[in-house]
């Protein structure tokens, strides 16, 4: 077999180069659907948010007019019995109140560490 000529060598380096543009489309392909993955995510998490949102607003609403009503009769200093299904009630949103804020706050986070990963995948699609 003759020795690899000029022209065999450039064939050679031709297919390699052919070889790593396809690895980087399929890479880049990779990466745009994990963008995608992640801006659904995104998009997923904010509704979310906004109804833990609106659930946290509600049940705050429900617990001061509990409250407004506890204090109410605290002050007339009758029904006990009332006064402490109430405090029940109260300590319950309370509560509620509470894991609504929680849940609320690690899904911010969660997002930001999205936004993060997007940014990341921007930089890297824009690398190539």
């Known amino acids: 077999m003759p020795p690899p000529t000029h022209i065999d060598y450039l064939e050679m ?29 995104l998009d997923s998490n904010e509704g979310y948010i906004e109804k833990l949102e609106k659930e946290l607003q509600e049940a705050c609403r429900e617990k001061d007019v509990l409250q407004s009503r506890k204090a109410r009769h605290d002050s007339e200093s009758r029904r ?34 999205l936004d993060r990963m997007e940014a990341i995948a921007r930089q890297i699609h824009g690398m190539g």
């Open 13 to 41: 380096e031709l297919q390699k180069a052919n070889d790593l543009i396809a690895a980087y489309k399929a890479q880049q392909s990779k990466d745009h659907a994990q963008m995608r993955k992640h801006i659904s995510k």
């Open 80 to 113: 006990g019995s009332f006064e402490e299904s109430l405090r029940v009630k109260i300590e319950g949103l309370e509560k509620k109140c509470k894991k609504l804020e929680l849940s609320n706050e690690k899904l911010q986070r969660k997002c930001e560490e």
